[in-house]
């Protein structure tokens, strides 16, 4: 059928008088998805992007109706076929992996209801599945007495937190409202809010503001900074330990330095906030939570912990422990569609004080009215999805009991990779893994051997204060073969994606024990419940022997210019 | 089947071998999707929000797995049972409304392909057809030649446009290029986004930022306003004209005010962005935009168009006459969940000039790498679903022959009611729509005669000059007995609620034609491709019938203390 006729395009819009015809089409979708996941063959398809280019190029939108089970066909072969088989076991290389079939079901429901959590007037029941499923995870974090929940779980003049698209603009969210607390109404001035960030200085009698984060804070960090006003420049990274999290004794230093030169007159700075992660983006380290909310609430600090990647193992209490200090944050950012796995997006961010949801209240006559139910009064977004549905089932389906089980799961796949890496002659571990990332690069044998004797000289000279020009020029030396490594890690990364039979990411990033030179590496993110400990022996095994294969061509001259 | 152990955790994770399974569930849930849509009834379900509160307040996280035919059950009594009918053709209230049914099957599509749109590395075929239907959506507005969208269509160092979760989001994407824009890095500055607001108005001599739009500006402007650290008191309202567009000559003449203050030498303010309104949430006017491009073009400003609810009107070329000036603006917002029938949500916004993505453009080394072809680098998102696929499949499916069809039916909708309206003795005309919005109020015949009469005095004696006593007490009988009429019409559309036949919208704005008294009105839209003439007559005549029946109880004795 081709709507020709406004009769036609009513059809469209109704459910067919008989459930047949939705069956019919419903059934066929079933099937193709169904094929498409059994499916055996490579995760990405072997089409060229200019290929892919040249199949979308049709500039101009088409007027003539086309029929569904052709644009089904057409979705069929164009994009289905050259989707990335995320949930594949061999992809261990984002935090994009398997989801639940079930969600898919669910999917139909929220498209189906076509609500839009804004405002309850286009979402009944929503509102409140959604109000208890953000006390859960609430209750998770700050674990606040069964009586605070039992009175708050449904108020409607609180928010103790949003469901929202991501973690990035969960850490908008975060911070918009650290720097609203920054610089609040008074009698004689509204607020940065409603009169801007340079009054608000003035006001106030600063000159800069400030977020602190480590060096492996999120890329979304800085675009908060950039969106909020205060300057990405003023997004400060403080540097890590040799594991990867923040050094909290250069941070008190930091805050310190600041604090005397405010009390000093000259030009002062506020610090909005300082923020703890909770399973860093590249080698998924948690940071020492219990002190930074302690040098937080010392300099009066807005305290956010980004746990997009970790939050969700607050799930399991047996690991509760790795995230101490997180129920003394101001805020907590956790992604559904990373270790809830939900498709994505599904953001979150939960406020140990709902009432700091005022700091984003916003009111409007047509909808959201002030005395309303409305969820939609404290978010930045406007209209919305009922995506909560996905994340309320999915707890309800699987239970806590269930996700101990995929965690306990996730870190035996961790451990085993681990374990692969370092017993292997030609693989070197780049990071301690805590949450299902590890970081780990190619280097034959014969460099790995080279490379160790000159990083120990160098350690051990610079430990002891020397200085000279042997050791310059080792360092110098180290450093040559680590480029070099760097260019052997990314040819065999290129090779991996030519074969295509299992995917890792690639990254490069300041590495702790080679004196935070930048190394390329490989990421390899282990929470499929469908990866096995077989087929990360197989992904290595398969690597090693790219790598090698690379490494005798073009590579093995090269290392064999360093003597040391 | 619940999760108790591993084994069983995997099978939610994978399609079933026998595609059986997945039809059992699939089929179930088709037939109760089918039979929410189908069943008479209430447009809401008669449940009291109390009683709601209870059914959500359980305040822990379920530990033990359900079964998911068991939750299935749970979210079609609690959820499905009690959520809100927008699709119904009596919900005539919101800019939710009817979807087409195929939507439902591409959602499952998506969830099942679970790509995010930040990196190619997790969407492959999903990138290319998302700048495909950015190319035609930027064509239609901006109609650059056939040789430009060749070149540019699949180019990866633009983005004449991103996909976003919603307007507000739209919105705040395109502020933020403005505000990037109008303090941009120099030699010894590093722009805006990375030295802050305050450092950039002291690099460019500004003590305050502005961003003009009508009073009918959509509220998620004064949001961007705040978010973005100019201050919501700086996004400045310019007064509307009787039709609700925005008086062009006050913005010229503010415009001016403000360039001669700045020459003046006192502080100086910055005129950021002019926002042109192609569809205003409450009144669904459009503003005269080629004027208005004029003026910002003229004062060096950003000229920005939400066309959130209009813009997809541009797919029908013969109402393309009432956007006049939309292809000067810099850039625009349209919402895919309003006029593009998507269900919520799914914003774009659209640049002319796509290297002003530049000014929102990031980088990261584990994705969206600088030379990639990610989209994740243009975007204030991060992770993203894919859900162009929705409206790209739906322009395919209805084709803009379609559209016409589908908009044609809406225009006759609104003429339709209009004049149900005029002709009725009961209701009063409070717009006059342009684009399916259409507002009016309860008033009995009797009340409306006098209110006339009153209206008209004031009227000629305003526009004669005269204001003494006599007139004076015109004026402020007429606004008593509008707040009689607020309260009336307050209590029709409770007892609209209570009856739940139908449902339009209430609001309360400034309406021209009472001096901008804030008047309490009804407020119907009109889109639903299914909802009829016959319909509309239906629904005002049960208004009739409550309206007088709470007249005639509550409001008659009221309305004969006002003699005139």
């Not at 859960?136 to 949003?162: C, E, T, V």
């Amino acid at each position: 059928m081709t709507p020709t006729n406004m009769e036609h395009i009513k059809k469209l819009f109704i459910m067919p008088n008989s459930a047949d015809k939705f069956h019919e089409f419903g059934n066929e979708l079933l099937d193709l998805l169904h094929s498409f996941f059994t499916e055996k063959g490579g995760i990405h398809s072997s089409i060229q992007l200019g290929d892919l280019e040249k199949i979308f190029s049709n500039t101009e939108m088409p007027s003539k109706p086309q029929r569904l089970t052709e644009v089904l066909y057409e979705i069929k072969t164009k994009v289905i076929a050259h989707s990335v088989k995320v949930g594949n076991p061999y992809y261990i290389g984002h935090m994009t992996s398997a989801i639940p079939y079930f969600i898919i079901l669910l999917e139909m429901i929220i498209a189906a209801l076509n609500q839009n959590q804004v405002k309850i007037e286009t979402a009944k029941a929503s509102t409140f599945l959604e109000r208890e499923f953000i006390a859960w995870m609430h209750r998770l974090i700050y674990q606040l007495p069964n009586k605070f929940y039992k009175k708050n779980i449904q108020s409607k003049d609180i928010a103790l937190g949003n469901m929202v698209v991501d973690g990035t603009m969960a850490n908008l969210t975060a911070l918009l409202v650290a720097r609203n607390k920054a610089f609040p109404e008074t009698k004689d001035f509204g607020g940065v809010r409603f009169e801007g960030i340079h009054e608000a200085y003035k006001h106030y009698g600063y000159d800069r503001s400030v977020i602190f984060v480590s060096k492996r804070g999120h890329y979304s960090l800085d675009k908060v900074g950039r969106i909020l006003g205060i300057g990405g420049n003023n997004v400060i990274k403080i540097p890590i330990d040799s594991n990867n999290k923040m050094d909290t004794k250069i941070l008190e230093a930091r805050c310190d330095e600041i604090e005397k030169a405010n009390m000093a007159g000259g030009p002062r700075t506020k610090i909005i906030a300082i923020v703890g992660i909770a399973g860093t983006t590249e080698t998924g380290n948690i940071d020492d939570l219990e002190e930074i909310g302690r040098i937080a609430d010392k300099y009066g600090a807005h305290f956010h912990v980004d746990a997009a990647w970790g939050g969700s193992l607050l799930l399991v209490d047996k690991y509760r422990d790795m995230f101490k200090g997180i129920e003394k944050s101001d805020s907590v950012t956790i992604d559904a569609h990373k270790l809830l796995y939900a498709p994505p997006s599904l953001g979150m961010i939960y406020f140990r004080d709902g009432s700091d949801a005022k700091h984003l209240m916003h009111t409007s006559n047509y909808i959201i009215r002030k005395d309303s139910f409305d969820i939609g009064r404290f978010s930045v977004e406007g209209s919305r999805p009922f995506s909560s549905l996905k994340a309320w089932a999915t707890i309800k389906i699987i239970g806590r009991n269930g996700f101990k089980l995929i965690f306990d799961h996730a870190f035996e796949l961790t451990s085993s990779l681990k374990k692969i890496i370092v017993e292997h002659d030609n693989f070197e571990a780049m990071n301690e893994p805590e949450l299902f990332i590890f970081n780990y690069r190619f280097i034959p044998k014969e460099v790995h051997e080279k490379i160790k004797v000159l990083r120990d000289r160098v350690s051990s000279a610079w430990a002891n204060g020397e200085c000279g020009k042997e050791v310059e020029k080792d360092a110098e030396e180290l450093e040559k073969m680590n480029i070099v490594l760097n260019d052997l890690n990314i040819e065999l990364h290129k090779s991996i994606r030519e074969e295509d039979e299992s995917f890792v990411s690639r990254t490069m990033f300041d590495i702790p024990k080679y004196f935070y030179q930048n190394c390329v590496i490989l990421r390899a993110i282990t929470i499929n419940p469908l990866t096995t400990e077989g087929i990360l022996n197989e992904i290595i095994e398969h690597q090693n022997e790219l790598g090698m294969k690379i490494f005798k061509k073009h590579f093995a001259r090269k290392f064999k210019k360093f003597k040391i």
